[in-house]
């Protein structure tokens, strides 16, 4: 399955399903009714939810996130993803993408999971959750639950990964490595982070500063000339080349363009890169054998996504959503929905993850565990209080 371009057209705004869901406390309410339903019968799969999450879950975290206002579709219309035959081919658009990647990386590696993603923890603890599907590459889940099945549905980018043996390496130490190769560049970051360009989390004040934040650790600096910059190759193939390849390095140890093997890219999926088909077959089995699906801070832009909701739906699954802005095809979404309901066949509304999700859980903790599918002996203090 390829990663395809994401949905790119105007988004309508929340609908608020039921009403009550409009208030905090009614939208806690709404997904208390969601997430502990009336026994069904016969009952469908295994009594739990599974969680599709988005960039809108990170926001707290300090990451920009799509489509919300400032999000970097709203600020950058410019903005234009790297696709991944252009990565692969190109030596110079891979010069571009690591020199950007370079300047954001520090924003990305000192930020953490926030109480949205210890909440999603706690769900997991109250056995309420069987598993994550997340559409973010900022590895926040696993570092927030790392007992709870997490599955990173476009890939991770704690590593990159060699496009000729498939190795990975430590994006840390390669971000050393780019230092090294490149000290006009690292100078130019202590300038940047002494500055606060990078600190501020506010993509207006960086715009302020003569920087562009984008998505998934990208800084775009306007004017700057990247064809200097240089990167290096994958340190397996340098050491053994496979068979009929060449993998050549210069006198500082950067990747060479006499070379045709060996090339390291971020372990994501870009857009025109094929999603790995252990992952497609593990999101579907996870989708499969939950009871009920819960988006939370997705506008279900990119059909990798949008294709999981359409699969539960057509299970006659219920489904719950929580994002700030519009849905891709929300109305279809929600067609069959009652406005009447409870909560119980499904929720829409639009809460900050960060406020709601620990709300939610301390509801859950402290209200009779009839419908619970299981609830643990004895209280556990969240990690946020």
């Known amino acids: 399955m390829l990663m395809r371009i994401p949905f790119t057209q105007p988004l309508p705004a929340a609908t608020i399903i039921p009403s009550s869901a409009a208030t905090a406390a009614g939208a806690v309410t709404a997904l ?25 879950i990170s926001v707290a975290s300090g990451l920009a996130d799509y489509r919300g206002s400032n999000g970097t579709y709203t ?19 891979r010069k571009r993408y690591w020199a950007r990647s370079y300047l954001g990386w ?29 559409q973010n590459v900022d590895s ?15 890939g991770y980018l704690r590593s990159t990964v060699c496009l000729s043996c498939r190795t990975e390496y430590d994006r840390a130490k390669f971000q050393d490595d780019l230092a090294a190769l490149n000290p006009t560049w690292a100078a130019f970051l202590a300038e940047m982070l002494q500055s606060g360009a990078l600190s501020t989390e506010h993509p207006e004040e960086r715009r302020m500063k003569g920087l562009k934040t984008n998505p998934d650790g990208d800084v775009d600096v306007p004017g700057v ?5 240089r990167y290096p190759a994958c340190p397996a193939c340098l050491e053994k080349p496979p068979e009929g390849k060449r993998v050549e390095i210069d006198s500082d140890g950067a990747w060479s363009a006499k070379s045709n093997a060996g090339v390291l890219k971020p372990n994501v999926i870009m857009f025109g890169e094929s999603i790995p088909d252990t992952t497609k077959s593990a999101v579907e089995v996870a ?9 939370l801070g997705s506008s279900l832009a990119t059909y990798s996504a949008f294709r999981l909701i359409r699969r539960a739906q057509e299970q006659s699954m219920p489904v719950g959503f929580v994002n700030m802005g519009g849905i891709r095809n929300e ?18 509304c639009a809460q900050p993850l960060e406020a709601l999700l620990p709300s939610l859980v301390e509801r859950l903790r402290t209200a009779p565990a009839t419908h619970m599918p299981f609830m643990p002996a004895t209280f556990q203090p969240a990690p946020w209080a």
Not at 225 to 229: A, G, I, P, Q, S
Not at 287 to 295: F, W
């Open 32 to 56: 208390q009714n969601f997430l502990n339903p009336r026994p069904t019968s016969p009952p469908r799969g295994n009594g739990k939810t599974t969680i599709l999450s988005g960039a809108g």
């Open 225 to 229: 000339e990247y064809n200097t910059f």
């Open 75 to 93: 600020l950058n219309k410019t903005y234009r993803p790297i696709y991944f035959h252009e990565f692969s081919a190109s030596h110079e658009a």
């Open 287 to 295: 989708i499969d054998e939950a009871s009920r699906i819960l988006v």
């Open 140 to 154: 926040f889940h696993p570092m927030a639950h790392p007992t709870l099945p997490t599955i990173e549905l476009h």
């Open 106 to 134: 520090t924003t990305l590696n000192r930020s953490k999971p926030n109480a949205g993603h210890h909440a999603v923890a706690a769900l997991g603890d109250l056995g309420i959750i069987s598993s994550v599907i997340t």
């Open 331 to 348: 109305e279809l979404l929600l067609a069959n929905l009652s406005r009447d309901t409870t909560g119980q066949d499904g929720v829409r």
